[in-house]
C-alpha cells in the first residue's frame, strides 16, 4: 500500500505554527480524500500533541494519529518557509515536519511501523542534511522512500556500494573503542555500505569478524591504538588508523579507505606492519602496556587497602591483621596480583612494539628486575629498592626492540619455527635477565633508593616546606589526571603515582584519586544545575558521567570532550587541579592504584597526620570542592547554543522511547 507520494510533498509553506499546521493537513487531506471530516483530523492532531509533544531534533517533528475519520495511511512532508516554536528534545525550533495519518481500524501496525523507519531516518545526518538542502519533490521523494521500503534500500545498498568490515580497539578498551566503532559504522551506513565492526575492548571482543565477513569485504579499516595481527586481512584494501582519527575525522578516514592499498602481510612472525608500530612512538607502546597492567593494580590495591583498614580498626593499633586471619590471606592475594602487575607492565609494553613472541622475556626479565634479592652488590653497594616501574618499561622497550630486530632477520624456513619457540624466549630473556642481574640491578636500585628517601622525607613531615611541595604537586598531577581523562598524560600521573604506592609512599596516590573523578562527576553535575543549556541526550550522557566518576572512570566525560573541547577540557583540568592540590595540602592518602569515591568507600583513603576518619573527610573534600569548579566554570562558560554530541545508538534509544510512550498514551 503506497502511503507517500509526489502530491504528499510540500514545500515552504508560510505557515506561523502548529495549529496552522494542523489545519493545513486537514485541509489536504479532505482535498485528498482521505478525510470527509477535517475537523476530527485537526482534533485527532491536536489530542496526539497534548500527550506528548512529536518534536524530535535537528529541526524535525512528527505530529501523528489514529482516526476513524481517516480512511487509509497516508504520510505528508512539509517544509516551511521560516522555522517556527516546538518543544523538541534539543530546544531547536521545527522547519521539517513529516505527518502519519492512519485509520482506526490500523492493521500490519502501520502506524507505529511508519514511525519507527522516519524516526531511524532522522538519525541518519547525511540523509538530514540531504533533505534539509533539497527543494526537488522527486529527490525528497526518493529519500523518503528508500526508508520506508528498508527491504529494497538494504538491497540496493548491497548492490550500489558493497560491504566495509573494521576493528577498534584503545588502550584502555573503554570508551573510545565503541565510540570509533559508532562513528564509523553510522559514516559507512549513510555512504550505502553494509557494515560489521568488531570491538576490542576491556569487556573483551565483540561482533568478531568472520572468515565469511572478511572474505565479503571490499576494503577493511582498522582504528587502534594497539598492535594487533592482521595476517588475516592479507590481500585486502585495508586502512590503519587511530581511534582519535576515526571518532574526529570519520568522513576522511573512510575516503581514505576507498582507496587505500591491498594489504601484503610479508611475514607473519611480525603481526603487523613495521611503520604502524614506529609511528606509534614509545609512549603508545606504555600507555599499551599500562592498560593491561591496570586490573591487576586496581584489584591488588583494594585487596592490600581493605586488608590494612578493616584490620586496624579490628586489631587496634596493629597495621594489620595477624598471620591465618582472614584478612590476612586478603592482603597476600593483593600481595601476588600487585607483583604481577610489574611483569604483565614490560610485558605488554614489548608485546605492543613486537606482538607475541616478545610476551614471555619481558614479562620475566621485568619480575626478575623487581627482585632485588637477585641483584649481585657491585662494589658493595647495597640494593634494597627493585626496579618495579622504571625496570619494566625499560626491558619492555629493550626486549620489544630487540625482538623485532630479530623477527626481521631473513631465515630459512626449516629453522623459522624455532625462532618464537626457542631463540627469543631462551636467549632474549636469558641475555637480559644476566644483564638485570649482573649489570644494571644494583647501580639502579641504589639511585632509586636515594630518591625514594628523598620523597619520603618530603610526605613524612608537616613542615611548610612539606606541605607547599606536596600542593604544587599535587596540583601538577590532578591538572595531569583531568587533561585526557584516560590519555597518555592522565596515564603519565596514574603510573608515577602507583610506582610510588608499592614504595610505600600514598599521598601521590591520594593526590590523583581525588582528581580522577572530577571531570565526569563535573560534567554530570552541570547538565543538571545548568539543565536549559544541555541537550535531552547530553543529560542522559550526564547521568552515565555521574556514575562512571564514582567509580573513579575519568572516560566519561570523553562525549562532552569531544563536542566542546576548549571549554570542557579548561574546566576540568582546572577543577582536577583543585582537587589534587588540596588533597595534597591535608596529606590524603591512598593505598588502592585506583580513584574515585569508591576507593574511600572501601577503606583505601586515610591520612598519615590526620588520621583514617578525617582523610576520608579531607577526600571528600577534595572531590566535592575541584567538581564544584568544574561544574561551575563550565555551566557558566557554556553558551545557549548547545553543540549536540553525535553519538548515534544515543539517539536511536531516545527515538525508541518515545516511539513507545507515545503508543502507549495512544492505546490509552
Same mark, same amino acid.
Given at each position: @500500500? ?27 487531506? =479532505? ?23 512529536? +518534536?524530535?531534533?535537528?529541526?524535525? #517533528? ?6 476513524? #475519520? ?22 531547536? /525550533? !521545527? ?61 540496493? @545498498? ?12 584503545? $588502550? !584502555? ?6 565510540? #570509533? ?9 549513510? *555512504? ?10 576491556? %569487556? ?19 582504528? $587502534? ?17 587511530? $581511534? ?56 591488588? +590495591?583494594?585487596?592490600? #587497602?581493605?586488608?590494612?583498614? =578493616? ?29 604481577? @602487575?610489574?611483569?604483565? =607492565? ?21 619480575t626478575v628486575a623487581n627482585m632485588n634479592s637477585l641483584f649481585f652488590n657491585i662494589g658493595g653497594i647495597e640494593s634494597k629498592t627493585p626496579l618495579g616501574f622504571v625496570g619494566a618499561i625499560l626491558f619492555g622497550l629493550l626486549i620489544g626492540y630487540t625482538v623485532k630486530w630479530i623477527s626481521s632477520f631473513k631465515i630459512q624456513k626449516s629453522i623459522s619455527a624455532a625462532v618464537p619457540m626457542f631463540i627469543i624466549p631462551i636467549g632474549v630473556t636469558l641475555f637480559y635477565s644476566l644483564i638485570v642481574v649482573f649489570i644494571i640491578g644494583a647501580p639502579v636500585a641504589f639511585v632509586m633508593g636515594k630518591f625514594i628517601s628523598w620523597l619520603q622525607s618530603i610526605f613524612n613531615t608537616d613542615s611548610n616546606v612539606g606541605l607547599g611541595v606536596a600542593f604544587l604537586v599535587g596540583a601538577l598531577l590532578g591538572g595531569m589526571a583531568g587533561f585526557d *581523562? ?14 610510588? %604506592? ?8 591520594? @593526590? ?10 563535573? *560534567? ?8 536549559? /543549556? ?7 550522557? +550526564?547521568?552515565s558521567a555521574l556514575f562512571m566518576g564514582f567509580i573513579g572512570i575519568s572516560e566519561g566525560a570523553i562525549p562532552f570532550a569531544v563536542a566542546d573541547p576548549k571549554r570542557v577540557i579548561t574546566a576540568n583540568v582546572i577543577g582536577s587541579s583543585a582537587a589534587g592540590a588540596i588533597a595534597g595540602l591535608l596529606s590524603v592518602t591512598n593505598a588502592a592504584a585506583h580513584g574515585g569515591p569508591i576507593v574511600a568507600i572501601l577503606g583505601a583513603v586515610g591520612s ?41 545508538? !544515543? ?18
Amino acid at each position: @500500500m503506497e502511503i507517500f507520494n509526489k502530491n504528499n510533498i510540500f514545500i515552504n509553506q508560510k505557515l506561523k505554527d502548529k495549529q496552522e499546521i494542523f489545519e493545513f493537513i486537514s485541509q489536504k487531506a =479532505l482535498d485528498m480524500k482521505i478525510t470527509t471530516n477535517k475537523k476530527l483530523v485537526y482534533d485527532a492532531l491536536m489530542n496526539r500533541e497534548k500527550e506528548v509533544s512529536t +518534536g524530535m531534533e535537528k529541526g524535525f #517533528a512528527i505530529p501523528h494519529c489514529q482516526s476513524s #475519520a481517516v480512511s487509509k495511511p497516508t504520510l505528508f512532508y512539509i517544509k516551511l518557509a521560516s522555522e517556527i516554536e516546538w518543544e523538541t528534545f534539543d530546544n531547536s /525550533k !521545527v522547519q521539517y515536519v513529516f505527518s502519519i495519518l492512519i485509520p482506526e481500524k490500523n492493521q500490519n501496525n502501520i502506524h507505529l511501523e511508519t514511525l519507527s523507519k522516519i524516526s531511524t531516518m532522522l538519525v541518519n545526518d547525511l540523509t538530514i542534511q540531504k533533505l534539509k538542502k533539497s527543494v526537488s519533490v522527486d529527490e525528497i521523494l526518493l529519500i523518503v522512500q528508500s526508508y520506508l521500503n528498508e527491504k529494497k534500500q538494504v538491497e540496493q @545498498m548491497k548492490k550500489t556500494r558493497g560491504k566495509v568490515v573494521g576493528i577498534t580497539s584503545c $588502550t !584502555v578498551g573503554i570508551a573510545h573503542t565503541y565510540m #570509533a566503532a559508532e562513528k564509523l559504522e553510522n559514516q559507512l551506513k549513510s *555512504m550505502g555500505y553494509e557494515t560489521k565492526i568488531e570491538t576490542r575492548g576491556s %569487556v573483551g571482543v565483540k561482533n568478531k569478524l568472520s572468515k565469511k565477513d572478511i572474505d565479503e569485504a571490499d576494503f577493511v579499516i582498522i582504528a $587502534t591504538d594497539m598492535t594487533i595481527d592482521l595476517h588475516k586481512f592479507d590481500n585486502k584494501k585495508l586502512l590503519k588508523t587511530s $581511534t582519535k582519527a576515526a571518532i574526529h575525522n570519520t568522513e576522511e578516514i573512510v575516503k581514505k579507505a576507498q582507496i587505500a592499498p591491498v594489504y601484503k602481510n610479508v611475514s607473519t612472525k611480525k603481526e603487523d606492519s613495521d611503520s604502524s608500530s614506529e609511528k606509534k612512538g614509545i609512549l603508545k607502546h606504555i600507555i599499551g602496556g599500562i592498560s593491561y597492567m591496570i586490573p591487576y593494580v586496581i584489584f591488588g +590495591g583494594i585487596m592490600i #587497602a581493605l586488608s590494612l583498614g =578493616l584490620g586496624k580498626s579490628i586489631y587496634g593499633s596493629s597495621s594489620s591483621a595477624p598471620r591465618g586471619d582472614f584478612l590476612w590471606w586478603i592482603e597476600q592475594i593483593g600481595v601476588v596480583s600487585f607483583n604481577l @602487575m610489574i611483569g604483565v =607492565l614490560g610485558a605488554y609494553i614489548a608485546f605492543s612494539i613486537a606482538g607475541r613472541a616478545a610476551l614471555m622475556p619481558a614479562f620475566v626479565v621485568s619480575t626478575v628486575a623487581n627482585m632485588n634479592s637477585l641483584f649481585f652488590n657491585i662494589g658493595g653497594i647495597e640494593s634494597k629498592t627493585p626496579l618495579g616501574f622504571v625496570g619494566a618499561i625499560l626491558f619492555g622497550l629493550l626486549i620489544g626492540y630487540t625482538v623485532k630486530w630479530i623477527s626481521s632477520f631473513k631465515i630459512q624456513k626449516s629453522i623459522s619455527a624455532a625462532v618464537p619457540m626457542f631463540i627469543i624466549p631462551i636467549g632474549v630473556t636469558l641475555f637480559y635477565s644476566l644483564i638485570v642481574v649482573f649489570i644494571i640491578g644494583a647501580p639502579v636500585a641504589f639511585v632509586m633508593g636515594k630518591f625514594i628517601s628523598w620523597l619520603q622525607s618530603i610526605f613524612n613531615t608537616d613542615s611548610n616546606v612539606g606541605l607547599g611541595v606536596a600542593f604544587l604537586v599535587g596540583a601538577l598531577l590532578g591538572g595531569m589526571a583531568g587533561f585526557d *581523562m584516560g590519555g597518555p598524560i592522565n596515564k603519565v600521573a596514574f603510573l608515577t603515582s602507583t610506582a610510588l %604506592v608499592s614504595s610505600k609512599i600514598f599521598e601521590p596516590m591520594g @593526590m590523583v584519586a581525588a582528581a580522577i573523578p572530577v571531570a565526569p562527576l563535573g *560534567m554530570g553535575f552541570a547538565t543538571i544545575i545548568f539543565r536549559k /543549556k544541555f541537550t535531552e541526550q547530553e543529560k542522559t550522557l +550526564g547521568a552515565s558521567a555521574l556514575f562512571m566518576g564514582f567509580i573513579g572512570i575519568s572516560e566519561g566525560a570523553i562525549p562532552f570532550a569531544v563536542a566542546d573541547p576548549k571549554r570542557v577540557i579548561t574546566a576540568n583540568v582546572i577543577g582536577s587541579s583543585a582537587a589534587g592540590a588540596i588533597a595534597g595540602l591535608l596529606s590524603v592518602t591512598n593505598a588502592a592504584a585506583h580513584g574515585g569515591p569508591i576507593v574511600a568507600i572501601l577503606g583505601a583513603v586515610g591520612s598519615k597526620t590526620h588520621g583514617t576518619a578525617l582523610g576520608i573527610l579531607f577526600f571528600f573534600i577534595a572531590v566535592v570542592v575541584g567538581t564544584t569548579i568544574t561544574t561551575l566554570i563550565y555551566g557558566f562558560w557554556k553558551g545557549k547554543e548547545t553543540k549536540s554530541i553525535n553519538i548515534p545508538f !544515543v539517539n536511536q534509544l531516545k527515538n525508541k522511547l518515545n516511539l513507545k510512550k507515545g503508543a502507549k498514551n495512544e492505546k490509552k
